[in-house]
């Protein structure tokens, strides 16, 4: 089992709908969440971070995590053709400040 | 990621060259990581180093690699007598202290090709 795992996709998606990515991590002792959007040749760039259960709403992003069932999630509203990259999930763990990264959504965004 | 500092942004070297890497973190920045990026893969942890001290090097090539974070002066990531494999993008991060609740940001990264 991956560290961190998430649908590799594309996850296609109608401009102006809401894209849903998902994101599980095996660690149960892990402590902060992070999401990171990369596009195309380009370094990850930080949405938000999320280190409590429950929901956390930045713009037009919201990440959610559970720990109990040890999943966290990013919401994408108001989806627009820009969004298309490959969406980051990552994760430290208990012990040290490494990020283990899941191997990424690809999410297209289609006008 | 513009505040976290990265040089070369490409770098060209010949099988068996030396490849040097520079990082400079965002100011007030004292935690450094190295990232590598294989063609069309994931992101994998390299090392985390604080000034003067490696604080895990779990991911580092046990030859050929080496990282520092001198008391002075930007990190700096060795790849001695690189290979092909060695042809990817390195991507420094930096935070100001421990998770949680401290973010961490990307530098832009530098593209090693070996040819």
């Known amino acids: 089992q991956k560290e961190v795992e998430q649908n590799s996709g594309p996850l296609s998606v109608p401009e102006g709908a809401i894209a849903s990515l998902n994101c599980t991590y095996s660690?149960?002792?892990?402590?902060?969440f992070f999401w990171y959007r990369q596009y195309s040749g380009k370094s990850p760039e930080l949405i938000m971070f999320?280190?409590?259960?429950g929901d956390k709403e930045d713009g037009r992003f919201t990440a959610q995590l559970n720990k109990a069932s040890q999943y966290v999630s990013l919401l994408i509203r108001d989806s627009q053709p820009s969004d298309s990259a490959t969406y980051l999930c990552?994760?430290?763990?208990?012990?040290?400040?490494?990020?283990?990264f899941g191997g990424g959504t690809r999410v297209l965004v289609k006008p | 990621n513009a505040d976290v500092m990265q040089n070369p942004r490409h770098l060209v070297r010949r099988r068996g060259q030396e490849a040097r890497l520079r990082c400079s973190p965002m100011?007030?920045?004292?935690?450094v990581y190295w990232y590598r990026q294989l063609p069309e893969e994931g992101l994998k942890f390299m090392v985390y180093?604080?000034?003067?001290?490696?604080?895990?090097e779990s991911g580092m090539p046990k030859e050929r690699f080496s990282a520092e974070f001198p008391k002075e002066g930007p990190s700096i990531l060795r790849i001695q007598q690189v290979v092909r494999g060695d042809s990817a993008a390195y991507f420094c991060?930096?935070?100001?202290?421990?998770?949680?609740?401290?973010?961490?940001?990307f530098g832009e990264g530098s593209w090693l090709t070996v040819v």
């Open positions: 991060a930096s935070s100001p202290g421990q998770a949680p609740g401290n973010t961490i940001y």
């Open positions: 660690d149960r002792g892990s402590q902060s």
């Open positions: 999320i280190y409590s259960n």
């Open positions: 990552a994760v430290i763990k208990a012990a040290g400040n490494k990020l283990t």
């Open positions: 100011k007030g920045h004292s935690h």
């Open positions: 180093l604080q000034k003067e001290n490696i604080i895990d």
